[in-house]
């Protein structure tokens, strides 16, 4: 057995078909059935969903019981200012990560070939190529609270995806990026009427990674003029491959995506124990790309689509020809897609609505092993079909949908609703906490992520939602003497808590003292993400 954890997943691998025998414990809970397994001829694949954070989990089949946890805060071993030129090549190792502290600094062009490294808290602006660059199978990267705008070449559907963080096609893996704001790059998209397949900039470019990456929290937008609209909100490649983006094991949820004139989010290649829930996207042609899913299993759920939209050369909103939820087909993999939304709203005297135009759809070629579950799929045309081009080892049912099933390829929503009338469904969005709550009837199979049909509650997205990381403290100390007294001043930087020698002081201060050789002043401070201690010693009239 094989255990790969991030933040809130856990991958399970064991040799054999066990997919109905595997039990996991999380943290102090029970020994409880690992639901939605898949055995794919040679081994029981499969994910444990909603983790929590540095937790320890067991995993057990049989007599063989394998223990993990799941990622926490990694240790961090030094603090330095980010390099005015951007490049990062010196890194920690797994004991001591090094942070490097943008706060306050607008860089050009970051590169990043060095692992086991922090970045925070940067502007990165001007780039010609990727707003900041991954290189050299770079592995252990963790880039938080980074806005980046105005990257990559001027003009529309350029041939190269330029991202706002982007990789040069080597073998990176375990890249994280979080709340992050990736906007107005210097080029744009145009629209499938408008000049073909789109091409340009790309908000998230990572090409054959080795996966085991996490993508959360971050919000990739651009003007409303659509002149500088991306390709794609989160991509990479290469498609057909076993591996693919986001790469095997890896986790994308929170994000916001907008703007985008062919796919908000593409997982396709491998698939395999990718996880995609609790992402917002509007404005864009295709939701969610799964064209193939190579190996599976990949996990969709608790996503949200709003607006849909292909052709760009009218404005008659009938004539937008919005694309599926979730473009699929060709790969043998087995996709789950779990308690979605797709929102549809009114165009006002259209007969249209302005949302997808489907649910599970096979865009891309015929669909296998496609299973969806307590989703509200609903068409933007009471006459779209639902599901197209499936399989018989597909399944749907439980689902609650607003159009005609269309072409499942075996019986589908028994237990199912399907409506002609639209879902009453109150939507609202802050920026941050993003609400859809419906009302509708029906059964609903317990797969494990709630009882109620779609969301079934809030979920939070974007860079707001969850705080910034707190930097650990940074202090010096010095002292200078003049006849009997001596001077001994303080600086921190980021400090909850100073103390002075055992005694508590404010975080910045001086104080004066008769002289006493060979005494030792020392300044310890901290905050929530660690401490800082520095001292002085004072040797008759010197300082040491």
Known sequence: MRLVPTFNSVSIYIPGNFANQVTAKIGNGSFLPVRNLWYN???????????????????RVGGDTQTTRTWGAFPIGETRTMPSNGLITSGGDPDGWILYDATGMTLRDIEVSAPYVMLVNGVGRGASGHGLSLIRSVHHVLIDGFDIANFGPSGMNFSQAIGGIGSDGSAVSQI???????????????????????????????????????????????????QHD???????????????????????????ISHIKDD??????????VRVWENYGDQFFTFIACTPVQLGPLYVFRNVSDRARRNFNTEDSDAFDGGPFAKCGDGRGRAFFFHNVALQREAPGKRLKLGVRGGVMGTGGDVFNHYARNNIFQSHDTRGRIYTKGNSDCSYDYNTIVGVVGDPGHPAESHGEVRSAYVPLTFSFDGTVLEAEAIVEGAVEDVGLGLSKGLDGPIEVGVSAYEITV??????????????????????????????????????????????????????????????????????????
Not at 45 to 50: D, F, P, R, T, Y
Not at 264 to 273: L, P
């Open 230 to 256: 991306y390709k794609d909100g989160l991509r990479g490649g290469t498609n057909a491959s076993d591996n693919g983006f986001p790469g095997p094991d890896s986790d994308i949820y929170g994000n916001i």
């Open 176 to 226: 994280i990026v979080q709340r992050c704001k990736i906007h107005e790059p210097n080029g744009g998209s145009l629209a499938w009427d408008q000049g073909g397949h789109p091409g340009g900039p790309v908000g998230v470019q990572i090409k054959d990674s080795n996966g085991n990456n996490v993508f959360r929290w971050n919000h990739i937008y651009s003007s409303d003029d659509r």
């Open 41 to 59: 001829g040679t081994e029981t694949v499969g994910s444990l969903l909603k983790v929590p954070e540095d937790t320890t989990v067991e995993v």
């Open 264 to 273: 908000c989010i593409e997982v396709e290649g491998g698939g395999q124990n």
């Open 471 to 544: 930097l650990p403290p940074t202090c010096t100390i010095q002292a200078r003497t003049r006849a009997k007294w001596v001077f001994v001043t303080w600086e921190s930087e980021g400090a909850e808590s100073a103390f002075l020698n055992g005694q508590p002081v404010e975080p910045n201060g001086t104080i004066r003292e008769l002289l006493v050789a060979g005494k030792t002043y020392t300044i310890s401070v901290a905050n929530t993400s660690g401490a800082c201690s520095s001292s002085v010693t004072v040797r008759g009239s010197l300082v040491e």
